[in-house]
């Protein structure tokens, strides 16, 4: 697998399109992480944007809402919705539909961790109730996007928020 991990330029469009999106109230945004990869997911030539936002005023860890969008001139139109995934995000090189199968880690919330495929279905999109579900991923290649350890970036100041940049960088 290729790891990827998340662009480290602001992307205050972005920022300003998901802060509206998720309604998340303005006191909240600086407590707001997102993460973002450019990634051809249709094979195209033309990126996609997967993005996810961690809101540390929840909780802490890995996972939050994601994002599949298509950028035209500033404006964002969402391809899919995951309601929550955990990082990192596998694209796949197996393509079904003619979209990269998408692979994520799957907390059990007291059950045993799985991994979700999402298989691209005509018309549909990435359909929840379309998945595989298996307890490890074998033999996959392609690459594994938003990549970065989201617990050591909260430690140590390498993330961007709703708001502003805080980095280090």
């Known amino acids: 697998l290729v790891i990827q991990y998340a662009e ?9 399109f998901l802060a509206s999106y998720y309604q ?7 407590e707001t ?7 051809d997911l249709n094979d195209d030539g033309t990126d ?6 961690i809101k540390d005023y929840e909780r802490n860890d890995e996972s939050g809402p994601a994002l599949i969008l298509q950028e035209n001139e500033g404006t964002f139109s969402v391809l899919e919705d ?21 692979i ?8 045993e961790t799985s991994y979700q495929i ?4 005509a018309d549909r999109g990435y359909q929840t109730e379309d998945n595989e579900w298996v307890d490890e991923p074998v033999h996959v290649s ?4 938003l990549s970065n350890n989201l617990i050591d970036d909260m430690d140590q100041g390498r993330y961007m928020t709703l708001s502003r940049n805080i980095s280090d960088n």
């Open 142 to 145: 392609g690459s594994r996007i």
């Open 48 to 53: 996609e944007i997967f993005t996810v936002i």
């Open 24 to 30: 998340i109230p303005e006191e909240y945004q600086t």
């Open 118 to 121: 999402c298989h691209y279905v």
């Open 8 to 16: 480290e330029e602001e992307f205050p469009e972005l920022a300003d």
């Open 82 to 102: 995951f309601g929550e995934i955990m990082t990192p995000v596998t694209i796949s090189d197996d393509v079904i539909n003619g979209w990269h199968d998408i």
């Open 33 to 39: 992480r997102y993460y973002y990869n450019y990634i």
């Open 104 to 111: 994520f880690q799957v907390d059990g919330k007291g059950l």
